[in-house]
């Protein structure tokens, strides 16, 4: 039955090409290219770029194609009408993309009514890969990124520790799941403090941590304003010289902005996935790809690395299924799948879908007038902490 | 105890030096003028992107400071030549759309030119970090910004109270037609007065960039904190603007360093307390 049903359609693919054959991949991009994140979009959009440069728009016989949608923010239903539309008017066969949790929240209802696999490139919130079986993770999650700086911390010496985090959900798991680790190391948490997403005023709150006395501070607020905002603030009072090191995970240090943070960012100890200085020849073609189609952007980050890996990922699961794509096959194809990433090796977790890779520890330092993050220890590749 | 106290007055008045600083041009602008500019941050934005800009080119950032006086004022002189002046007599929801208007675009322009991230600025190592006064860290950038601020109070209140140009203000504020009748060229005081407020506002956001930071939602993200200095200081009033936001200034790091749990709350809390004790603000000239 199956032999004849083969041959059948085999006869069929030579004699009139079936209609998958001629049809493009069509994926749809989702995530912020306006407003206050739109950096992310771009990124993530070179970053997909960068892999199509290096290995063709063309895979398993289909065409690939990719269709931008503008989030212009942290906006859930905007997120959501975009991938409606998507799913019905432009047929696409991915959902990919998701800068920010909301966005993939949102979204996640609509993969799953749709059946499309949603390769999510950015948002981090635990949570969202239980959220529908399509989900598909190939970037990184918070208590992933946070767990080992907890860790390191306490091994190397350091016993009590401030914690400033922005007050929002994604600071509030920053939080806990950095509590837990080092509290769990041995170590202790002198103070812990949460700073309003709208402040104008950083000041205060550095003020307070200085007068505390901790050996380091632990920090989590977003990429850009307050990162900056912390450091200066850091450097102005003089915690580094009162013996307070700064701890944080790498998206303050992101290596976009790692340069603009200037002189106050050298010697940050950060824990992170991916660093534009990490050396292997997959880094250095990615970073030359990139280069090429987003010259002039800045420096890749982290999200151009997921948008990269993203598209390696529907790549491959075109390759597997020979371009016959159906959501839940996708999914299953991608399970336990496994890559040699810019970042260094990740593979796909067959229970949770999330991706499992290695976390390094790392230090910003100053290399020609230009910063860095520079790796110097590393953890075993690892799960997501979060669904332990 | 006490040292801390005094430090988190320092940062205080810091803050609310910068607050005041911005929020003069537009204390001026709703009492004097009547009219409600909620345009004003987008100027003192230009400012900052255009200190930005030139220490980009090489200018030193002190330097810079005059430059984007005069460059603001010009721009908000021409503004208000060109735009402003036909809504002067409009009612006061003309006034709002059109200037929120202006501020979209302007928050729209900035985006285009310098793209969607905060810009960094590096200031000239004498007023890096901080120097011991009294068994006091104080931020040198902070005293800089302090000096300076208060020096232009001052000589905005002797221009106001002592000069010519400042007694013909005044007469066109308390009655624009009589002081036009006795040959004031109210016209031209408005113009002027304008272009001063908005150059103040700035040299503010040039001065702001350290402490605020500085991205294209400026105007938006921190109206809120100028409209709070006027409305709470009576707007029209510099002694009421410069007090409202010294005050607004000390209790917001004095709320963030000591309750930290309540963070910006603090100062929304004042304001609702001090609005419902003086309704027309502290200095208010309106019932």
């Keep these: 039955m199956i032999q004849r049903a083969l041959w059948t359609t085999a006869l069929l693919a030579v004699a009139t090409p079936p209609a998958w054959a001629a049809e493009p991949i069509r994926i749809g991009l989702i995530a912020p290219f306006s407003g206050p994140f739109a950096e992310y979009g771009k990124q993530m959009q070179a970053g997909m770029q960068a892999y199509v440069k290096l290995n063709g728009d063309t895979v398993a016989g289909r065409k690939v194609e990719v269709i931008v949608r503008d989030t212009t923010g942290p906006v859930p239903e905007v997120a959501k009408r975009l991938a409606q539309e998507l799913v019905v008017r432009e047929k696409v066969d991915f959902l990919a993309g998701f800068g920010l949790t909301p966005e993939a929240l949102a979204v996640a209802d609509v993969a799953t009514q749709a059946k499309k696999p949603m390769i999510v490139m950015n948002a981090a919130s635990s949570v969202i890969t239980t959220r529908s079986p399509y989900v598909v993770r190939v970037s990184m999650t918070l208590p992933q990124i946070t767990v080992p700086i907890a860790g390191w911390a306490a091994k190397n010496g350091i016993k009590k520790v401030f914690i400033l985090v922005s007050d929002y959900a994604p600071g509030l798991d920053a939080e806990a799941a950095f509590r837990k680790a080092f509290t769990g190391a041995g170590g202790e948490i002198v103070d812990a403090i949460r700073v309003p997403l709208r402040n104008p005023e950083f000041a205060p709150f550095i003020q307070r941590v200085k007068d505390a006395r901790p050996e380091a501070v632990f920090v989590f607020v977003p990429a850009g304003e307050q990162g900056i905002a912390f450091m200066k603030g850091f450097q102005e009072r003089g915690l580094a010289a009162a013996g307070i090191k700064v701890i944080a995970t790498g998206d303050i240090t992101d290596d976009h902005v790692v340069d603009a943070m200037g002189d106050a960012a050298v010697g940050m100890i950060t824990s992170f996935h991916y660093s534009a200085a990490h050396d292997s020849p997959e880094n250095r073609a990615f970073l030359k790809a990139y280069g090429e189609v987003a010259g002039g952007a800045g420096r890749a980050n982290f999200m151009a690395v997921a948008g990269y890996d993203g598209m390696a990922a529907m790549y491959e699961a075109a390759r597997k299924l020979e371009g016959r794509l159906d959501g839940d096959r996708v999914v299953e194809a991608l399970k336990g799948w496994k890559r040699e990433s810019p970042r260094g090796p990740i593979s796909i977790d067959p229970e949770t879908r999330d991706v499992v890779q290695t976390i390094y520890i790392r230090r910003v330092e100053a290399r020609d007038g230009h910063n860095w993050n520079v790796e110097f220890d590393q953890t075993a590749p690892m799960k997501d902490p979060g669904k332990a | ?287």
């Design chain 2, 1 to 287: 105890m006490v040292a801390r106290l005094a430090g988190v007055l320092f940062d205080g008045i810091a803050y609310g030096s910068l607050l005041y600083l911005v929020s003069i041009g537009l204390s001026v602008t709703m009492g004097l003028m009547r009219f409600v500019n909620l345009a004003h941050g987008a100027f003192a934005m230009l400012g900052g992107y255009l200190s930005v800009a030139l220490v980009r080119q090489g200018v030193p950032f002190l330097a810079t400071l005059p430059l984007v006086f005069v460059a603001v004022a010009l721009a908000g002189g021409v503004l208000e030549r060109a735009l402003y002046r036909r809504l002067y007599r409009a009612p006061q929801l003309d006034q709002v759309l059109f200037s929120i208007g202006l501020t979209f675009m302007a928050v729209a322009a900035a985006t285009w030119v310098f793209g969607p991230s905060q810009q960094p600025v590096r200031l000239p190592e004498p007023l890096r970090g901080q120097i011991r006064l009294a068994g006091l860290d104080l931020g040198r950038y902070r005293l800089f910004l302090v000096a300076l601020v208060a020096a232009l109070a001052i000589l905005l209140r002797l221009l106001v109270e002592r000069t010519r140009f400042g007694a013909r203000l005044r007469a066109a504020v308390d009655d624009p037609a009589v002081a036009a009748a006795m040959g004031i060229d109210v016209a031209r005081v408005s113009a002027v007065t304008f272009a001063l407020g908005t150059g103040l506002a700035g040299l503010g956001g040039a001065l702001g960039v350290e402490v605020l930071g500085l991205d294209p939602t400026f105007p938006v993200k921190y109206l809120v904190y100028f409209l709070l200095a006027v409305v709470v200081g009576g707007a029209g009033s510099l002694q009421g603007t410069a007090v409202a936001a010294l005050a607004l200034g000390v209790f917001d790091v004095a709320g963030k360093y000591y309750v930290p749990q309540l963070g910006a709350f603090v100062i929304y809390a004042l304001m609702v307390v001090l609005l419902v004790a003086f309704p027309a603000g502290l200095y208010g000239r309106r019932a």
